[in-house]
């Protein structure tokens, strides 16, 4: 099945349709329901008139989408990496793009960019990719906080990809997340949390103090605590505010 799987990626790679991988991968078909998922949850919550909030924006992936559903709408992105911040910056002119990473304190931190596998980088170095696979570079970031950036920002969509580090953002940003309610999507898996030094637990602690529920991003759930992060594949969530 593995060997079917990589010609298949092949493939549907090369004609633009991962629904072809998805068809005979379980980790495929989850990434595509999630992928779904993402786009459902911009369509229905994001407005020409809303903010939409990016951390960890990477080459733009999430932000695209939420110009196509939303061009009217106030885009904020964060990307501390040199190279990308400019590259979203052209890609998005109307966009608020800010050369940062996003954490619990104001600080400079090392920050390791994996430039093969630029999705990876964080302020951890995570142990599964390789020298040779990323080729990392150390660099020097500026690190701030939600509530010291948006502080009179009426966020209506909140996205956070930060490789383990959701936890700090949260903490960072509690003032946003208390006056503006946004609906958050974030990706978490508990890998990259344990290099941060937290658990799962906690970090769906910290939303439910702040009055949140989780759901998988496809839309399962309530999601339990102590079901929060266990079961395998998934990768991105959704945190909605209580009424």
């Not at 006056?179 to 030094?197: C, K, M, N, Q, W």
């Not at 079961?231 to 909605?240: F, K, R, S």
Request: aromatic share 6%; hydrophobic share 40%; charged share 30%.
């Amino acid at each position: 099945m593995r060997a079917v799987s990589r010609v298949v990626g092949g493939v549907s790679r090369r004609l633009g349709r991962p629904e072809l991988l998805a068809a005979v991968d379980r980790t495929a078909r989850i990434a595509q329901r999630e992928a779904v998922g993402i786009d459902a949850v911009l369509a229905a919550v994001l407005r020409d008139d809303g903010t939409y909030v990016d951390v960890g924006t990477n080459r733009g992936q999430v932000l695209a989408e939420a110009a196509r559903v939303a061009p009217g709408a106030h885009l904020i992105a964060f990307e501390p990496i040199p190279d990308l911040a400019r590259e979203v910056e052209r890609r998005f002119p109307g966009a608020d793009c800010r050369q940062k990473a996003v954490g619990a304190r104001a600080e400079t931190a090392e920050f390791c960019h994996f430039r093969k596998l630029d999705g990876w980088s964080g302020l951890r170095r995570s142990p599964e990719i390789s020298d040779s696979r990323g080729d990392p570079e150390y660099i020097t970031v500026e690190v701030s906080t939600l509530d010291a950036e948006l502080p009179d920002v009426d966020v209506s969509v909140l996205k956070i990809d930060v490789e383990g580090n959701e936890l700090a953002v949260l903490e960072g940003g509690t003032g946003v997340l208390g006056r503006a309610r946004p609906t958050v999507i974030f990706e978490h898996v508990s890998d990259a949390a344990e290099l941060y030094g937290y658990s799962s637990q906690a970090l769906w602690d910290v939303l439910d103090g702040l009055g949140y529920r989780v759901f998988s991003v496809s839309g399962d759930g309530p999601v339990p605590r102590e079901r929060f992060a266990r079961e395998p594949g998934i990768v991105n969530w959704l945190a909605a505010p209580r009424a």
